[in-house]
C-alpha cells in the first residue's frame, strides 16, 4: 500500500497477563473472572482435563521469577470465593506472558487488497474476542464475494472495510471497558478503585447491564 493510505490507532496497557496451562478437572463450570488488590485473575477451561489460568503481572515479566509452587499460590489469593469452592491444581504444561495491546488499521481495504482478523486488529484477551472478530471478518467478506462473482457486483465488497469496522470499534470498546473495570493501574487513585468496584456492583446487581455484558460477550449480530 502507499505511504498514507493507512491510520493506525493503538494503545498499549501497563500490564501484561502470565498464563499457564495445566493438567487440572475443571475447578468451575463456568470462566472465573476476578478483581483482586493484588490484581487481575482469570480461570478458563480448554477440556475436562486441560485448564488455563491467567494472573494479571508486568509487561517485563521474567518468568524465572514465577516457579509453579509461587503461580499456584497466587492463584489461591486471587481467585479464593466461596466457602466450599477449591481451585484444582496439576501440573504445568506451559506458562508464558501475553501482552495487552488495542489496535485497528483504517481502512481495512485498498484496490483488491483486503485486511482481516489480526492484520487489520487486536484487542486485549479480556473479553474473548480476538477470534470472533476475525470470524465476523471473514463471514463478511465472504458473502461480499459471493455476490461479487455471482452477479459481477461491487457493493459489498466496496462497503466491506466500513462494514467491519463498525463492529470493530464495537468490540474495542467492551475489550477496553471489561480490561479497565477488572484489573489495577499503577496510576490509579482511591477514587479510580472506588469507581471500579461500583461498576462490577453495578455489573452483577442490574439486569440491564449484565444483558449489555451479556450481548457483547456472545457476539454482536453480523450486519
Keep these: 500500500m502507499p505511504d498514507g493510505v493507512l491510520t493506525a490507532f493503538d494503545r498499549v496497557y501497563p500490564f501484561a497477563w502470565l498464563g499457564i496451562l495445566v493438567e487440572a478437572p475443571p475447578s ?132 466491506y472495510s466500513q462494514t467491519c469496522l463498525r463492529r470493530v470499534w464495537k468490540v474495542q470498546r467492551f475489550s477496553w471497558w471489561m480490561t479497565s473495570m477488572l484489573h489495577r493501574f499503577d496510576d490509579e487513585n482511591a477514587f479510580d478503585h472506588r469507581r471500579q468496584l461500583a461498576e462490577l456492583d453495578y455489573v452483577t446487581s442490574s439486569r440491564a447491564s449484565s444483558q449489555s455484558l451479556a450481548e457483547n460477550y456472545v457476539g454482536l449480530p453480523l450486519e
Excluded at 35 to 57: I, N, T, W
Excluded at 63 to 90: F, M, S, V
Excluded at 95 to 104: D, E, P, Q
Excluded at 120 to 127: E, L, Q, R, S
Design 28 to 159: 468451575s463450570e463456568e470462566l472465573i473472572y476476578a478483581y483482586h488488590d493484588r490484581g487481575f485473575a482469570l480461570l478458563s477451561m480448554r477440556s475436562p482435563r486441560v485448564g488455563r489460568l491467567y494472573l494479571q503481572c508486568r509487561p517485563d515479566e521474567d518468568l524465572l521469577n514465577w516457579p509453579d509452587e509461587k503461580i499456584w499460590q497466587e492463584l489461591q489469593t486471587r481467585l479464593a470465593g466461596e466457602e466450599n469452592w477449591k481451585l484444582q491444581e496439576g501440573p504445568v504444561l506451559q506458562k508464558g506472558i501475553t501482552g495487552m495491546r488495542s489496535f485497528v488499521i483504517e481502512p481495512m481495504q485498498f484496490g483488491k487488497l483486503f485486511l482481516a482478523g489480526d492484520a487489520a486488529h487486536i484487542v486485549p484477551p479480556t473479553g474473548a474476542k480476538g477470534l470472533n472478530l476475525a470470524v465476523a471478518d471473514v463471514r463478511i467478506l465472504a458473502r461480499a464475494l459471493a455476490e461479487f462473482y455471482s452477479t459481477g457486483r461491487r457493493d459489498l465488497l466496496n462497503a
